[in-house]
């Protein structure tokens, strides 16, 4: 697993999207940084954005554009449950995320029960685990729907379909994250729901690049 890499090591793994040899296409500087759990070649497909846009009146920090390459993945990880890709979209930016969020709780974008049993696994604490911050479950989600394959679904259906969950206790400051941010309605259902929104911070890996214009 990649959090567990030592140095020496990575030197003979295999990249974990075309399973090259890692050291394809990293640069002269890349050489001396901690090693990568995917190559060079694989990495600067990765269209970066690492800055904070406004999305529905609301400050989200985003990783990466959402393209058809991040969907590929995204969607080889969740749907075709390759668990192993799970660190390819946070490993070269965890320092920068446990620092940047080192006060906060990470309160994680609810998915249906019913989704989750049928994966196996939870996607986003998958996802954020080499953050190694405090996280907490604190909404819950009713039922499934596809935001990106109803376009027109408005808001008052996300309304319904998200709340906070009983007897979780709410932290005083915490980044909301979702993996996403296709439409931002997710997030802005998150926020409309909890207390000290003056603390509240939000971060996405990925972000519709429609919502930057
Ligand atoms: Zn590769």
Avoid: W
Wanted: with cysteine; proline share 4%; hydrophobic share 35%.
């Amino acid at each position: 697993m990649c959090s567990n890499y030592k140095m020496d090591e990575s030197r003979s793994f295999k990249c974990l999207i075309c399973f090259e040899d890692i050291q394809n296409g990293i640069s002269f500087f890349d050489y001396f940084k901690r090693p990568d759990c995917i190559c060079g070649n694989c990495r600067q497909k990765f269209v970066i954005l690492n800055k904070e846009v406004k999305v529905n009146g609301l400050s989200i920090y985003a990783l990466y554009e959402y393209d058809d390459y991040l969907e590929d993945l995204m969607f080889t990880f969740k749907e075709n449950k390759d668990v192993a890709l799970h660190p390819i979209f946070l490993y070269p930016y965890q320092k920068l995320l446990r620092k940047k969020y080192r006060k906060e709780t990470i309160v994680f974008a609810p998915s249906s029960l019913k989704k989750e049993m049928e994966r196996g696994f939870q996607t986003l604490p998958l996802l954020f685990q080499g953050i190694k911050l405090p996280t907490i479950q604190l909404f819950e989600k009713e039922k499934d729907y596809k935001q990106s394959s109803k376009p027109f679904l408005r808001r008052k259906d996300i309304k319904g379909v998200i709340h906070l969950r009983k007897s979780v206790e709410m932290p005083e400051r915490m980044v909301l994250v979702d993996d996403m941010c296709t439409s931002g309605e997710t997030l802005k259902r998150m926020y409309e729901l909890v207390k000290h929104k003056e603390k509240v911070k939000i971060f996405t890996i990925a972000i519709n690049k429609k919502l930057l214009e």
